[in-house]
């Protein structure tokens, strides 16, 4: 498959060398990358409700507190937006071939897309990531396919859609919970010998299954923990059990729409060039002040009253009404900042770093996986549940560290990460050059 040889048009052979990539996106794709692994160490370090309720990891009061409230504000989901928005960019570049076959560079697109996926099973089954978010997608993006020849106008209105319909799945959970929260208070404030009626009873078995399902229950938690600290087949059990649910009714009821609504986006704005520096400072500077003007005061809103509910389930991040808007804003507002600082050409070495992550996400994302598993699971050195949110952020600073001077170090001697030289190769079924020229 992989021999030098390929029946491919010559124009078509190899991907998009490092001379012509879009700096500002693989700048904007490493802050992402780097930023994703806020919120996704809770569960690589924590209990799997830890991500929704931060009583789990005892993150309620005090400095955890504030770090809790400030991944909260500052970071949930976001960093995922702009990283789905960069993937939807990421196909109009694949697709721009000049001359090029158009069903041969459809043939590359799902073949790549294809192998995407595997990446994602191999992440969450071998590598037992139960967040892994390349299997989403890669089914995302055969849809995504679609949509290719679509104006920015028609993207952006397929766009808005697609959140819509997330936001009122959202809307759609926050009053039933609303609802089902109510009921299930009223059943356990009656007095002792007062029997519960058939609708409280089932509205607590309810309430118990979606606690036991989010890990939030004590029992579920203990036996998680435990699961955990132990060894490759026990984590393997746990970690499918959950998975298999999450790529089938958690893809269609929530992460397929999730990521296919920012996809869409993210093309629209590669059409208006939003993603590189041709635009003016003064566009970019008007995107991180209204994107920042309205999801950090949202988020900090959001936040608050989740906390004063008394973390009710109502009011984690996903139930929240406003939970797209809050986001979208804060991705935005994100975009806008790094696309001015690489207009301004201010601070240029941590932006040249930034963007060996980029160019390097897919490796960086693996790495994370493996680094974080040989830490806190039991196959390494098992330190689950061990650390509270400081210990963990500064396990993440170093982390993040590591990975801008690894990759720093790798791309000067190579062209591609050692996993997307693989997923390239084996998309055009041609072995890619790997040494940079001179190397």
Not at 165 to 191: C, D, I, K, M
Not at 255 to 263: C, K, P, V
Not at 341 to 365: D, E, F, H, K, W
Request: proline residues 3%; contains cysteine.
């Amino acid at each position: 498959m992989l021999r030098g040889m390929s029946e491919l048009s010559p124009t078509i052979q190899a991907p998009v060398g490092g001379k012509v990539r879009i700096r500002s996106i693989d700048t904007l794709r490493g802050v992402a990358l780097l930023g994703i692994l806020i919120i996704n160490i809770l569960a690589f370090a924590q209990p799997f409700g830890s991500l929704f309720d931060p009583r789990v990891d005892g993150a309620a009061e005090g400095a955890n507190f504030a770090l809790f409230a400030g991944a909260e504000i500052f970071v949930e989901g976001g960093m995922r937006a702009i990283f789905s928005m960069l993937f939807g960019a990421g196909l109009l570049i694949f697709m721009n071939k000049p001359g090029a076959d158009a069903s041969e560079v459809r043939g590359l697109y799902y073949r790549r897309t294809g192998l995407l996926i595997l990446f994602g099973l191999f992440n969450a089954y071998a590598l037992l990531w139960v967040g892994d978010i390349l299997f989403i997608y890669g089914v995302a993006g055969l849809l995504l396919f679609l949509f290719r020849n679509l104006s920015a106008r028609a993207l952006l209105i397929w766009a808005v859609g697609v959140m819509l319909f997330t936001t009122v799945l959202h809307t759609g959970l926050h009053f039933s919970l609303r609802q089902l929260a109510e009921v299930v208070a009223e059943a356990q404030a009656l007095a002792p010998g007062v029997e519960m009626t058939e609708q409280q009873q089932e509205a607590v078995q309810t309430w118990n299954t979606m606690l036991a399902d989010q890990g939030l229950s004590a029992a579920g938690q203990a036996e998680e923990i435990e699961a955990r600290r132990s060894g490759y087949a026990d984590n393997f059990v746990f970690a499918a059990s959950l998975t298999i649910v999450m790529q089938t009714v958690g893809l269609l009821a929530f992460g397929l729409w999730d990521a296919l609504g920012m996809m869409l986006l993210g093309m629209a704005f590669m059409k208006w060039r939003v993603f590189d520096t041709t635009r003016g400072v003064r566009f970019h500077l008007l995107l991180m002040c209204a994107g920042f003007g309205v999801g950090l005061p949202l988020n900090a809103w959001e936040t608050m009253t989740f906390v004063d509910s008394g973390y009710q389930l109502y009011w984690q991040s996903f139930n929240r009404p406003t939970y797209d808007l809050g986001r979208l804003a804060l991705a935005l507002g994100y975009i806008g900042l790094v696309m001015t600082i690489c207009r301004s050409g201010l601070l240029a070495r941590p932006q040249a770093a930034l963007a060996n992550v980029g160019r390097m996400a897919l490796t960086n994302y693996l790495m994370q996986t493996v680094i974080c598993n040989l830490v806190f699971l039991g196959v390494g050195l098992g330190q689950f549940a061990a650390w509270d949110r400081s210990g963990m952020y500064l396990f993440v600073l170093g982390v993040w560290l590591f990975q801008l001077v690894f990759s720093h170090l790798w791309l000067r001697r190579y062209r591609f990460g050692p996993c997307e030289w693989l997923w390239r190769s084996l998309t055009y079924r041609r072995r890619q050059p790997m040494l940079e020229a001179g190397s």
